[in-house]
């Protein structure tokens, strides 16, 4: 970058502070630019010193890079002179201890007895495993009759119930995995929450077995199990309370992310019509990397390198193709919030460029 394009840049008033929810979450198709609009939108909403965390839950991080600075995998103040705050999840290290925040030997032992590879089924990764014990409760995949998410979507899970009405954060900003994990993220609450009930009414179908554990397993074992069973049941509780808040306009808003490719819109569309049978309020759907002057995106004469439609055949028939991709997109999300965000000569890292991203989004 030119120290012109560097000057003109810092010309661009950045938005100090955004209208948004207590929770904003960024999701789309994988490369469309989840994370940039997702630093750009904590970096505005800091400015005007609200206490903002952005947590990337995506496995392929990304977020150190774009906001210049090392975030570890609890949320840390990275910047002195606004209350931002960052973290990036480490599945490894959240799913040690087990997927949910529970051991697996967690009902002392009663998982094993009845059948299957213990509590989770399959494990942490998924499947069940090969001659695996059949459960008289859920068939040959586990105490459960299921198999257990995935590691990142679950550690993603425990990082929303740990953040929910924490009051160190008036705003968390979501940076979510490309879209498969996404869906697969919003749909744990309901599995977690059949699970624990499972687990519950395994209680009582065998609570004379419960009663009796201090004889087969020892009374450390029984122990362990009436504590796994009310942590189970405290999960259920936080998980209904992140469903609602989730669930709520007035407290969430999930920005869907694309680019103007015929794919993307209709990768797009599908997400959106998924999000609706969660009940998920979408409010705003961003277009990234459109090939449009950036001054007619930001409606002010900015200094920015733009694509060059006159003497550049392939900018000009790129922008054809997005056009249509546009037309469609706005058809399709007519009655959303639609934002325009142009593609840059250079790669979007560090306030300057985020600065210009967040006046895209305002």
Not at 255 to 282: C, G, T, Y
Not at 319 to 347: I, K, N, T, Y
Request: charged share 25%; aromatic share 4%.
């Amino acid at each position: 970058m030119s120290e012109l394009d560097v000057e003109a840049v810092d010309d661009i008033d950045a938005p100090a502070g955004i209208d948004a929810a207590e929770y904003v979450l960024y999701g789309g198709k994988g490369g469309v630019g989840k994370t940039t609009c997702a630093a750009a939108t904590a970096l505005a909403s800091a400015r005007d010193d609200t206490a903002t965390l952005v947590v990337s839950t995506d496995p392929a991080h990304s977020l150190s890079d774009t906001l210049e600075a090392d975030i570890p995998a609890t949320p840390t103040r990275i910047r002195e002179d606004i209350p931002l705050y960052a973290a990036e999840i480490d599945p490894e290290a959240a799913v040690g201890e087990g997927p949910l925040g529970v051991e697996e030997d967690a009902l002392g032992g009663v998982g094993e007895l009845l059948g299957g590879d213990g509590m989770f089924g399959g494990g942490a990764g998924g499947a069940a495993g090969a001659g695996q014990a059949e459960d008289p409760i859920g068939g040959e995949e586990g105490l459960l009759g299921g198999s257990m998410p995935g590691a990142d979507e679950a550690a993603a899970l425990r990082l929303l119930l740990d953040y929910v009405d924490d009051d160190r954060f008036d705003r968390v900003v979501i940076d979510t995995a490309p879209t498969g994990h996404t869906l697969r993220l919003l749909e744990l609450p309901e599995t977690m929450d059949s699970m624990v009930g499972k687990i519950l009414q395994l209680r009582e179908r065998f609570s004379g077995m419960m009663d009796n554990l201090t004889g087969m397993f020892g009374d450390d074992q029984n122990v362990n199990a009436e504590a796994g069973i009310e942590d189970l049941q405290e999960l259920s509780d936080r998980i209904e309370h992140l469903r609602s808040i989730l669930q709520d306009p007035r407290k969430t808003d999930f920005r869907i992310v694309m680019v103007p490719e015929e794919l993307s819109v209709v990768e797009s569309e599908r997400l959106l019509a998924q999000l609706d049978e969660f009940n998920i309020p979408v409010s705003t759907v961003v277009v990234n990397r459109v090939m449009q002057d950036p001054s007619e995106v930001l409606g002010e004469d900015v200094d920015i390198a733009g694509p060059n439609h006159a003497d550049c055949e392939f900018c000009a028939r790129r922008w054809q193709v997005q056009q249509d991709a546009l037309a469609r997109s706005q058809d399709m999300f007519r009655g959303h919030d639609v934002r325009r965000v142009p593609l840059f000569a250079e790669e979007v890292r560090g306030e300057r460029l985020l600065s210009v991203v967040a006046a895209c989004l305002d």
